[in-house]
């Protein structure tokens, strides 16, 4: 109950939020029209969500079994997510999405308990970890139900086992990132996890969003790393997972990493762990274009040796981020640049940074040294408060991704590039893999319709043979695309097994389930 909370109406923490300089706020007001907005944001004690609908009965049995907030406060730090459209509206003062309550239980029993509650009580139920989604995951359809409750579990939030022989943690759900990296440090491990909502983000939302980290290159994908799973949901338990690699029919786990609660709230999580790393590298290398740098990126994470991180960002993102810092310097001031990390012990470290370095020279690379990797390293959480900052001048700033095989990485490039016209689009490739990559597009623009253009976008991917998303998940924004990613039948077989698991829909209603 100690850790500190996130920034109702913007990222992270506040006090890290700073303005932008006068130069960038001039270049964004010559360059590219933006124009302060209209109204100042809202206070947050001006904020007055709704009466709660939940009735007396309910509230005096949700008190019975967990923490139960009401006051108003609690309920705008609950609302929404962090995708801009979710900001801009707190900041214009609307919380018509607040939820009715928010309830901190304590145990995966307490969790049973409030499944079983709305179901008897009719309200809904939105699992809530760091509250850092961006694609409409925490604002559902309550429509049909007495209200709903925010169900943070930040009380879950134990180290609950390391068995350090088969490398594996269980943990709970409430665990933020840095967190989880403290209590497993004093074991000697690391979970290697690093999203750039490492700061924020939990545990449960790492597996129920299928996370991607940033040092993915290195230590994995988040849900390639599950092994164990315990799941509450309305009608019983799920303890899921014996050990990697049955073949005990399909694998169940694979129903909740991804789910976004709309199956059950996950009350632990079994993972593999890596020993912390006694040395650590990261270095910047320039491309003269992007195609050159994708196809050096392709090389080495099919062939090897594979760094930890392995980064490359387009012409346009590279030349912003130069004029941002400076950190490339003269020689790196054009084409692409790529972050390049090692992680491990001294040996394998050299080692491995010898023979990529080769291939990178081979592949037209020019080496920039550790500087452009330090400052990555050292900045790598940093551009929520960046979007932030250009928010509080007048600026809109979204981010979009999405994956798809190696050969399509050029024209889903140019797909979603050309379904923004008009916008300053930057693009890098966050996450690679032996067969595909995820292309991360940022748009700043003075104005843009965005309940237009993000479904175009989704169609512009869809159409190119992209996925709908790599690592930021479905929700609401994303529910349409991705029922036509995966076609009739496999809405049928989704709303199968929720009906299974939660007949009366309270786990999150509207999101995911097409």
């Known amino acids: 109950m100690s850790e500190p909370e996130i920034s109702w109406s913007g990222w992270g923490d506040p006090a890290q939020a700073a303005p932008l300089p006068e130069k960038i706020t001039t270049l964004l007001r010559d360059l590219l029209g933006v124009k302060p907005r209209e109204a100042a944001p809202v206070a947050l004690a001006d904020l007055a969500p709704r009466p709660s609908r939940l009735s007396a009965a309910a509230l005096r049995a949700l008190g019975e079994v967990a923490v139960v907030r009401t006051d108003a406060e609690s309920r705008v730090r609950h609302t929404r997510g962090k995708s801009t459209p979710d900001l801009l509206a707190l900041r214009s003062g609307d919380v018509s999405a607040a939820p009715d309550a928010v309830v901190l239980p304590d145990g995966h029993d307490a969790v049973v308990k409030v499944l079983e509650l709305a179901t008897e009580h009719g309200f809904a139920v939105v699992p809530f970890g760091g509250g850092t989604s961006v694609v409409g995951g925490l604002a559902p359809d309550d429509s049909g139900f007495a209200g709903f409750v925010a169900l943070d ?68 994908r988040f849900d390639e790393n599950v092994v164990g799973l315990t799941v509450a949901t ?111 012990e001294p040996r394998d ?70 379904a923004l016209p008009g916008h300053l689009v930057m693009c890098h490739i966050s996450h690679v893999y032996p067969s595909a990559a995820s292309l991360y597009f940022t748009i700043v623009t003075p104005d843009i319709d965005w309940d237009t253009a993000k479904p175009a976008v989704n169609a512009a991917i869809l159409a190119a043979g992209g996925s709908i998303s790599h690592h930021h998940g479905v929700g609401t924004d ?37």
């Not at 490359?312 to 030349?319: F, G, H, Q, V």
């Open 349 to 418: 470290v050299a080692d491995r940074r010898a023979r990529v370095r080769e291939i990178l020279i081979e592949e037209g690379g020019t080496d920039l040294g550790e500087g452009p990797g330090d400052g990555w390293a050292h900045g790598r959480f940093a551009a929520p408060y960046l979007r932030d900052s250009l928010l509080d001048v007048g600026a809109f700033v979204e981010t979009l991704e999405t994956t798809t095989f190696w050969s399509n990485i050029p024209a889903l490039y140019q797909a979603v590039l050309g």
């Open 234 to 344: 309305p009608t019983g338990t799920l303890t899921l997972g014996r050990a990697q690699k049955s073949a005990a029919g399909p694998d169940l786990r694979q129903l909740v990493l991804g789910s976004e609660g709309a199956f059950g709230v996950i009350t632990s999580v079994t993972v593999r762990i890596r020993p912390v790393p006694e040395v650590k590298k990261y270095e910047g290398w320039r491309f003269a274009d992007f195609a050159t740098g994708s196809r050096a990126l392709r090389r080495i994470i099919q062939d090897g040796p594979v760094p930890t991180v392995l980064r490359l960002s387009d012409e346009t993102e590279t030349l912003v981020n130069l004029a941002q810092s400076g950190a490339i310097g003269e020689e790196g001031g054009s084409g692409c640049l790529a972050i390049v990390g090692f992680e491990g």
């Open 478 to 514: 994303h529910r349409a695309a991705y029922a036509e990613e995966i076609g009739p039948l496999g809405v049928e077989i989704l709303r199968a097994v929720k009906a299974r698991v939660d007949p009366a829909g309270v786990l999150n209603p509207g999101v995911l389930i097409p």
């Open 153 to 220: 579990l930040r009380r879950l939030d134990r180290l609950v086992a390391v068995d350090p022989v088969s490398r594996t943690a269980t943990l709970e759900p409430g665990l933020r990132g840095p967190r989880v990296e403290e209590l497993l440090a004093e074991h000697g491990f690391t979970l290697g996890h690093f999203p750039q909502s490492f700061e924020w983000a939990s545990v449960g939302g790492f597996a129920a969003a299928r996370s991607s980290g940033q040092s993915s290159a290195g230590y994995g």
